[in-house]
């Protein structure tokens, strides 16, 4: 199971691949996708966001969202 960090912190669910913990966070708008030309969605995170490997499923913050607004 994979889960999506913001430093230390969980901020998503967990997901059997490290691909669907990816989707599942851009279409959760936990982070945000900006496509290049040809449409394709970089596979980069931002600073201090990782996904790693969890061994159970546990509480997220689910009402945590990525700010409207990055200064």
């Known amino acids: 199971m994979y889960a999506l960090f913001r430093g230390t912190t969980?901020?998503?669910?967990?997901?059997p691949t490290q691909g669907e913990c990816l989707k599942a966070a851009l279409a959760e708008g936990r982070i945000s996708g900006l496509a290049d030309k040809s449409?394709?969605?970089?596979?980069?995170?931002?600073?201090?966001?990782?996904?790693?490997?969890?061994?159970?499923?546990?509480?997220?913050?689910?009402?945590?969202?990525?700010?409207?607004?990055?200064?």
């Open 10 to 15: 969980p901020i998503g669910g967990t997901f």
């Open 39 to 71: 449409g394709a969605l970089p596979q980069i995170l931002p600073v201090d966001y990782h996904i790693e490997r969890v061994q159970e499923p546990y509480d997220p913050q689910p009402d945590w969202k990525l700010p409207r607004e990055i200064s």
